[in-house]
T-cell receptor, first 115, second 114 residues
């Protein structure tokens, strides 16, 4: 597609449930990022993939959060045993390391609400 | 620890006037700075950037100024238009270290009054 695509756009779940959020980056972009934006805050870095491997996962808050990118394109962010504090908009972004402009292209986000 | 700070949560400006949005950072390793604009229910979109080797970058109505010694940058929009009303995020990265992830401020909500 033309831009970064994220699904679902909205997800409501109950505390303790498992959630998967999907990101389809811009075609050809080798770098993929997950950010989390809580109300009134700026996007907070979670994890960065270069190709299939996680180059930097230092932003993942705890071991309930995990992300994969098995074929170097689509990525899935997985959250186990969700807590109310996980409620936020999860943003995915991609960039071209070839062009290397430093600019990240963001999707519209997946809004997660944990009841 | 917030490495990029936007101390003004909101700003209102009359149409046609200049909007000045400010941003401060603490990490001296940051060498690339960007401004993103965000409308409700949309992802942030890139607006303008500046490398630490420059002190000014201009693109149409938008100009970013960088003061490295003060660890401060600002975005000037002139003339401001109602369509500029959005939340503006300042972001920074330390590209020389090989890190590509961006650190964001908390945003400033700009309202341009017609």
């Amino acid at each position: 597609g033309a831009g970064v695509s994220q699904t679902p756009s909205n997800k409501v779940t109950e505390k303790g449930k498992y959630v998967e959020l999907r990101c389809d980056p811009i075609s050809g972009h080798t770098a993929l990022y997950w950010y989390r934006q809580s109300l009134g805050q700026g996007p907070e870095f979670l994890i960065y993939f270069q190709g299939t491997g996680a180059a930097d996962d230092s932003g993942l808050p705890n071991d309930r959060f995990f992300a994969v990118r098995p074929e170097g394109s689509v990525s899935t962010l997985k959250i186990q045993r969700t807590e109310r504090g996980d409620s936020a908009v999860y943003l995915c972004a991609s960039s071209s390391l070839v062009a290397n402009t430093g600019e990240l292209f963001f999707g519209e986000g997946s809004r997660l609400t944990v009841l | 620890d917030q490495q990029v700070k936007q101390n003004s949560p909101s700003l209102s400006v009359q149409e046609g006037r200049i909007s000045i949005l400010n941003c401060d950072y603490t990490n001296s390793m940051f060498d690339y700075f960007l401004w993103y604009k965000k409308y409700p229910a949309e992802g942030p979109t890139f607006l303008i950037s500046i490398s630490s080797i420059k002190d000014k970058n201009e693109d149409g109505r938008f100009t970013v100024f960088l003061n490295k010694s003060a660890k401060h940058l600002s975005l000037h929009i002139v003339p401001s238009q109602p369509g500029d009303s959005a939340v503006y995020f300042c972001a920074a990265s330390a590209r020389e270290t090989g890190a590509n992830n961006l650190f964001f401020g908390t945003g400033t909500r700009l309202t341009v009054i017609p």
